[in-house]
């Protein structure tokens, strides 16, 4: 079993930064991507950024330019990273970690809030 513990969520002003962080432990087996994935209030979980465990990444058109993810290096158990930048009111709602295979998702965290003022 995987467990994902995301952290690093809170209230910022529009035009601001956040670093959310992802850390999984358990029995990380079978991982070969992890992504973000963000839940506005009232709509579907989409899918925000994407990393391989070769280090290719994916991001949705809404974030391309302003979020950027990352990981140190390809062991799962490092800390994966969510840098937002350029925040606005739409990126609102709860950020979810996920880990799987490629094209999908087995394990979830617990999610992170990020609230944005504008």
């Known amino acids: 079993q995987v467990q994902l513990v995301e952290s690093g969520g809170g209230l910022v002003q529009a035009g601001g930064s956040l670093r959310l962080s992802c850390v999984a432990s358990?029995?990380?087996?079978?991982?070969?991507?992890m992504a973000w994935y963000h839940q506005a209030p009232g709509k579907q979980r989409e899918l925000v950024a994407s990393?391989?465990?070769?280090?290719?990444?994916?991001?949705a058109d809404s974030v391309k330019g302003r979020f950027t993810i990352s990981r140190a290096n390809t062991n799962a158990k490092t800390p994966l990273y969510l840098q937002m930048t350029g925040l606005k009111s739409e990126d609102t709602g709860v950020y979810y970690c996920?880990?799987?295979?490629?094209?999908?998702?087995?394990?979830w965290g617990q999610g992170t809030q990020v609230t944005v003022s504008s």
């Open positions: 996920g880990a799987g295979p490629i094209g999908g998702v087995n394990y």
């Open positions: 358990g029995r990380i087996i079978r991982i070969n991507n």
């Open positions: 990393i391989t465990s070769s280090g290719s990444t994916n991001y």
